[in-house]
């Protein structure tokens, strides 16, 4: 194993985007052996519930439980000590719902680790803007005014003054957030696309190599992986490129 390989493959976050937890189980088991992050989205969650999750823990992965909190800042304390208690080690809010609603996320979690010994805070990220998210359409459907990246920093200190521990946002903000919020305050990027794929329906993207180089803490990688005829092959690859970094 060539020297920083299990700490690189650490950054990777591989977004297990399947309809249910056999498909998802399936790919798993093609990853076998490689200390990588799993990202466990709506769709899987939504199907395969919790217990796919713990199913996940019981394997040694770390999990990002990726369901996108946004609502009033009660439901969102109660959503996080649900989730806090289920041992996940990342999970993320809309940093849109407000520093309130922010905020309570972290009470949330701290109750559930006063209540149960032995559970660790897990890292609580906010979304700032989704990299789908375009200028044209930041500005002129969703009514924010100015530019995504001005967005991003005032959503990341937002975040940051709410006392979570990084946010999600495209690698292009990465350098900007550190700039703002310090280097320790963690960026986890998707819009992660390997040179000479398909960019989908993301609008905001950058190569491994080229989001490790500009400071992001993980990297978030779906299709390029789990749609690759040799999915192994490819988590490979992109661990290798982001060594190369």
Known sequence: MKTGYESMAGRLMVALDYPDAGQASALVRQLEGIPCYIKVGMQLFYAAGPDFVRSLKDKGYRVFLDVKMHDIPNTVKGGSHSVTALGVDMFNVHA??????MAAAKEGAEAALAETPGLVMPDIIAVTQLTSTSQQMMNEEIGIAGSVK????????????????GVVASSLEVEAIAAACGPDFKTVTPGIRPAGSGLGDQARVLTPGQAIASGSHYLVVGRPITEAKDPRTAAEQIIEEMMLA
């Open 96 to 101: 849109a719902g407000g520093l309130k609603m």
């Open 150 to 165: 001005e967005s991003v920093i005032h959503y990341a200190s937002l975040a940051q003054q709410a006392g979570l521990h």
